[in-house]
């Protein structure tokens, strides 16, 4: 294996994780790769015209300096910004993520890893192209695309038919055709209401009402700050100590941490979604989907309302905004043998508070992280903790270790 194809960290992943941290070890000066395409889940597996529930000034990578952050790209670009109020749009974030991949992170190769194997010396890579890098250290940061969770009723049926909201990018292939949305949250209240504008004849199916989020009463009074505390993941207390204590989080019993990892923040729709459903897309509550099956025109299903009574619902395809359910197994990259040897507590890694799992040196973040660190650390907000952490522990243990082994290679050649 050539030198060239070694390194002290790898960063599997260039999303707003990957990205954050591949630009604080650069300024801490350790020798990292990192792999993928810049934004990629962002670019490919959010629908076009989608915007974010997250407020303009939670909406940043993470450099140490914080000179790149949202706000500051929008006003080079003269796109239109607040800080509250003025939701960005998926397509303005991703047009800033790889601006800061090409200002910040220009060595970033876009190369596919297939494997990561344990070794000795580290942990063995291989990629698509054929090629292989030995690392030290691993950081997988590969977001929420292999976690799309499809219901039971919808398994083993061709993604023809059946697909998660995360299959889609441009939703104008619906154009014409009777598509049944289900779920009731933001991912669902966004994609039928694209849907709907698409030329789609849309369904929304959901167990319960669709509630949509209300809008900020701006600018907020003093009553509204100290009641409702704005925080990058939302006004309220809670989440303004999940945000500012992470590692107290961590400290807390496991099972109140899950709980809150599942429980805490509403996946209700933003108030800017409500004029795009309303009205317009045709909407089927209190109902679950108990069977689905291929028919000749589409999809039959039997949806159950929460009474027992049954009724039956043809559409052309159905989409599942069913959220998303990250488990380790899921990772097709991690080697069989890597895999068993990772503590896992309901699919998830066991971390340390340095992001560190069982297996020395790899280490997750983003949604596999959470029920470590607390809800933040689910969003691109939460990039700002983690890589500030990640590089301080890298910085502290592998530039010992080069040095040691620089000492010894250099008294080697003395001795020869």
């Given at each position: ?195 709907h504008r698409a030329g789609a004849n849309t369904h929304l199916i959901s167990r319960r009402p669709v509630s949509f989020g209300e809008r900020m009463r701006l600018p907020r009074t003093l009553y ?49 979604t409500k004029d795009m459903v309303v009205g317009k897309v045709t909407m089927h509550s209190d109902l679950s989907p108990r069977e689905a099956a291929p028919d000749e025109n589409g999809v039959r ?45 309901e699919g998830v890694p066991v971390l340390n508070t340095w992001f560190e799992s069982s297996s020395p040196g790899l280490h997750f973040v983003g949604a596999l992280s959470a029920p470590s660190f ?43």
């Open positions: 294996m050539r030198d060239s194809e070694e390194c002290d960290v790898a960063i599997v992943g260039a999303g707003p994780f990957g990205l954050s941290i591949a630009a604080h070890l650069k300024t801490r000066g350790l020798n990292f790769r990192i792999f993928g395409k810049a934004m990629e889940n962002w670019a490919s597996r959010m629908p076009k015209g989608m915007m974010l529930k997250s407020d303009g000034f939670a909406t940043s990578l993470y450099d140490p300096g914080r000179r790149h952050s949202y706000a500051k790209y929008c006003a080079d670009h003269g796109i239109p910004y607040a800080d509250l109020g003025l939701p960005p749009t998926a397509e303005s974030f991703v047009d800033y993520g790889r601006a800061f991949q090409k200002a910040l992170v220009p060595t970033l190769e876009e190369r596919v890893v297939t494997s990561i194997e344990k070794r000795d010396a580290g942990y063995l890579m291989k990629f698509a192209d054929g090629g292989e890098c030995l690392s030290r250290s691993v950081i997988v940061a590969t977001g929420l695309g292999y976690f799309g969770n499809v219901p039971p009723p919808f398994s083993g049926i061709s993604r023809q038919l059946v697909s998660h909201s995360s299959d889609h990018h441009d939703l104008s292939i619906f154009k014409g055709r009777k598509v049944a949305v289900i779920g009731s949250g933001a991912s669902a209240a966004d994609t039928a209401g694209l849907l509204d700050r100290i009641r409702w505390p704005t925080t990058v993941i939302g006004p309220n207390w809670r989440s303004l100590l999940l945000v500012k204590l992470p590692l107290v989080f961590h400290r807390l019993p496991l099972d109140k941490r899950l709980k809150l990892t599942r429980t805490h923040l509403s996946a209700s729709p933003g108030y800017f299903l039997k949806l159950v309302d929460r009474n027992g009574f049954e009724q039956e619902f043809l559409a052309d395809h159905v989409i599942c905004c069913t959220g998303y359910r990250p488990d380790l197994s899921r990772l097709p990259f991690l080697s069989e043998e890597l895999l068993s040897s990772i503590e896992t507590v607390g809800p933040v650390v689910r969003f691109a907000c939460g990039a700002e903790f983690t890589a500030a952490r990640i590089a301080r522990r890298l910085a502290r243990t592998i530039r010992p270790h080069v040095m040691r082994t620089q000492k010894k290679t250099a008294l080697a050649l003395r001795g020869q």
